[in-house]
């Protein structure tokens, strides 16, 4: 039978049923598994059977969950963590060595951040950021130690587009791990290993769940680079619990059909905001005035859920539109199937600078809108009042 399209592996994609023959795949709460004899014991511990031993190596529901991932992402494996962050950490220290190198994005999410600049160095890693918007400048600031090429496209929270085609040659004419974080795409937006990633990181938390529930996350990619991820993750233990597995599992499901109605959506709030008196500029990576609309159109099937502007007024402004909102929530979280209002001066970024916010076009003035699932008309009826 020829390859499945992507809705039918997220349904289809399944644990081998049980001798009960469900239908849906049911949780397996253990936190270990047992062996036939001494021989089967040995020979599993000896990785001579590919089998479950303990459930931070490895579960069936955690197992379920990363082979659909690695079907919508065109990877070879992958392992799961019990947080984004947790996906992210795991994966540096488990490919990095003191003395190691980083190039970075300068617009990255705020904990990955403070990771790069307050942890890493206590292990001599050592971290040079490029400007999303100068991407000829990469090839400047790296160095016979650099290891690692970093980005997130789009980019948190200023919804800029990177070229990953264009860092995916770079990575590869200077010998580089190139690693991506696809959280604000999704598998079914975007595939960064077409354009030339080695591995790719989602928060599942963010629209992997879509509905708030659970923190999760997870990185995919060529089976080399997971098994030494695997190998530190086994011994550290950060490993993703089966029971959120499975609801993530669950929610691959409908992640498409969800992903097009939060697009949906979000354009149609861009469009509506970008014609609004009281917004100074508004960016949505399907937007015509994108300044990277034509790398958007290239590498995304649509612009995802995220839409960032600039009220003008600044912080005074600000203030009196988050204090005006009545039905969207105030909250840290994106990709939630209910519509999410955030500042990120004051949440998200908050432990950088000024300077550094500015770096990366964060302004007091911007908010962040996680566009959610509910009628387009009642979610541009409250940001219409909050505005007036």
Not at 30 to 59: G, H, P
Not at 133 to 160: F, R
Request: aromatic residues 10%; charged residues 25%; glycine residues 6%.
């Amino acid at each position: 039978m020829e390859s499945k399209k992507f809705e039918t592996e997220a349904i289809r994609t399944q644990m081998e049923r049980s001798q009960f023959l469900e239908h849906s795949v049911p949780l397996y709460l253990t936190s270990s598994f047992v062996f036939e004899d001494a021989e089967d014991m040995r020979a599993s511990f000896a990785e001579e059977k590919d089998r479950n031993i303990y459930s931070r190596y490895a579960n069936p529901n955690s197992s379920e969950f990363i082979e659909k991932v690695c079907k919508m992402e065109s990877a070879e494996n992958g392992f799961a963590f019990a947080s984004g962050m947790a996906a992210v950490y795991s994966t540096f220290a488990a490919l990095l060595e003191s003395g190691d190198h980083i190039v970075s994005s300068r617009s990255i999410f705020g904990s990955t951040h403070s990771l790069f600049s307050q942890y890493f160095p206590k292990w001599n890693i050592s971290t040079s950021y490029f400007d999303v918007h100068k991407l000829e400048s990469v090839e400047e600031i790296i160095t016979p130690k650099t290891k690692i090429l970093y980005a997130e496209s789009p980019t948190n929270p200023g919804v800029d587009l990177l070229d990953l085609e264009a860092l995916g040659k770079i990575a590869k004419k200077h010998g580089l791990i190139f690693i991506v974080d696809n959280c604000f795409a999704s598998p079914y937006l975007q595939q960064p290993i077409k354009f030339g990633a080695d591995l790719v990181i989602h928060s599942g938390t963010k629209l992997m769940d879509g509905q708030g529930r659970v923190l999760a996350g997870i990185t995919v990619g060529s089976n080399e680079l997971v098994d030494k991820i695997y190998r530190f993750s086994r011994i550290t233990g950060p490993a993703l619990s089966p029971f959120n597995a499975w609801i993530l599992s669950k929610s691959l499901e409908t992640l498409a059909i969800r992903v097009d109605r939060h697009c949906e959506n979000a354009l149609k709030l861009a469009t509506y905001l970008e014609n609004h008196e009281r917004v100074a500029w508004v960016k949505y990576p399907f937007l015509k005035s994108h300044p990277q609309y034509e790398i958007a159109k290239r590498q995304m099937k649509a612009g995802g859920c995220v839409v960032a502007f600039e009220l003008k007024g600044g912080l005074d402004a600000g203030r009196k539109f988050f204090d005006s909102i009545k039905l969207l929530s105030l909250s840290a979280n994106l990709g939630d199937s209910r519509s999410i209002v955030t500042h990120p001066a004051s949440t998200t970024h908050s432990k950088l600078t000024k300077e550094e916010r500015a770096s990366v076009g964060i302004t007091d003035g911007m908010v962040r809108i996680s566009v959610g699932l509910e009628h387009i008309d009642d979610i541009i009826a409250d940001i219409g009042q909050a505005l007036g």
